[in-house]
């Protein structure tokens, strides 16, 4: 029996490259899916484009709250217990739904998988750097680092969002990065290790480039939500704490030599400090 996937394309004023994703789903080898297209309060002409699609696409409007709003979206109305996410600015190779849902079929262990990419600036293929080799496994301390999985390439169950919650609306950016500590604190991702997405960055009016100057704000934040969680194991609290060094002398060091004192002091203590709550 064919499982069913619901893809889900959050959008904000992206008329411009929203069309592209749109049909790299809709041209899926693999046919078994609904299109949820959640408007994050766009002010572009993106609903006119969604009504020029002679397809039935599932389009939710909103007030603009933000990625993690607009994912939150369109995971509550999505019909099917597979779910897949693709933002705007990227689109899906042919048979990337068809690829991917063979291989969780094969893999039943595994909730969640991601894809292999290729990233696109200025019309050019960018090489990626070693650290953003994609993992299979346990990616915790990848995570850690960076944001180890590509939303657009990710595919996972419904259950995964039953057991660690929806994406926290509180982050403005990252969002993505704090989702895949929780989830990978405790669960293993699959790889499926061929390009399936593709991503054309380096435009100002990505969120990474918007949050470009203190995006590690967030990022700390997130670490410091997941030991606070309680759920992590001695190992990944030492890595956990690891990194959070590292990412507030990285920061705070930054907020002082740009004339920020108080917030710079306020990071390069924040580790002391977050092993104080920690000690018994």
């Excluded at 297209?37 to 909103?62: P, W």
């Excluded at 993505?176 to 989830?183: A, N, P, Q, S």
């Excluded at 669960?187 to 054309?200: A, E």
């Excluded at 704000?217 to 939500?225: D, E, G, P």
Aim: charged letters at 30%; hydrophobic letters at 35%.
């Amino acid at each position: 029996m064919e499982k069913f996937i619901s893809v889900i394309i959050p959008t904000y004023n992206r008329e411009q490259s929203l069309e592209k994703a749109i049909e790299s789903v809709l041209k899926q080898t693999y046919r078994h899916f609904e299109l949820i297209v959640v408007d994050d309060g766009s002010e572009d002409k993106t609903a006119e484009l969604i009504e020029n699609f002679c397809s039935d696409i599932i389009y939710i409007r909103q007030k603009n709250k933000g990625p993690a709003a607009a994912r939150n979206s369109g995971v509550q109305a999505a019909r099917h217990n597979l779910l897949a996410f693709l933002d705007s600015d990227d689109w899906f190779a042919a048979n990337k739904l068809e690829i991917q849902t063979r291989a969780m079929q094969e893999n039943p262990a595994y909730l969640i998988s991601h894809t292999g990419e290729i990233w696109y600036r200025n019309g050019r293929i960018l090489n990626q750097k070693k650290r953003h080799q994609k993992k299979s496994g346990d990616i915790f301390n990848q995570s850690l680092e960076l944001c180890a999985v590509g939303m657009s390439t990710v595919m996972m169950h419904r259950e995964i969002f039953e057991r660690y919650g929806l994406f926290d609306e509180e982050y403005p950016c990252c969002e993505d990065y704090e989702f895949w500590l929780r989830v990978s604190a405790e669960q293993k991702f699959l790889l499926v290790d061929q390009p399936l997405t593709l991503k054309d960055g380096g435009r100002d009016d990505q969120v990474s480039s918007l949050y470009r100057v203190g995006m590690d704000r967030f990022r700390i934040q997130a670490i410091m939500k997941i030991l606070a969680s309680c759920v992590l194991t001695e190992k990944q609290k030492v890595a956990a704490m690891e990194e959070l060094q590292r990412k507030c002398t990285i920061y705070g060091t930054g907020c002082i030599k740009h004339g920020r004192d108080e917030e710079g002091r306020h990071y390069l203590g924040l580790p002391h400090m977050v092993r104080g709550l920690q000690t018994p």
